[in-house]
């Protein structure tokens, strides 16, 4: 018979309620200790292994709308409407700004992981 002091069956309780952050591994090679609180694609994490998925998947999303908006640009019968293409430039200029705004958000995120303890 296994017998747990009061302060076992606390801290057992508290892994069920808090339980850790799901994210495999962090740049250091452990596993993240801090609480999960966010849901983010089925996983538990913590806000700040959320906030570099979200970064990462705004990232991606970004570099969609640019290549597209560039496609766009490349098409014959856009580019004979000035108005039109003026409007995609436009687009496209506010995406690539969008997508540096990402990855400085991503850097800033994986920077302060490398920095605090995970």
Known sequence: MLLMS???RLNN???IVYPHCEVE???Q????EL???IGFKG???CERHAGQLEAQ?????LKGITLSLELCLRSIPLRKNKNLSMLVLAQRAQAAQELTYAH???RRVTQEEGDGAS
Request: glycine share 12%; charged share 30%.
């Open 57 to 61: 998947d705004r990232i991606a999303l």
């Open 43 to 45: 996983l538990l994490l």
């Open 35 to 37: 609480s999960g609180k």
């Open 104 to 106: 400085e958000e991503l």
């Open 29 to 32: 090679g452990g596993y993240c």
């Open 6 to 8: 009061h302060d076992d």
């Open 25 to 27: 591994k962090t740049l």
């Open 13 to 15: 309780l508290l892994s």
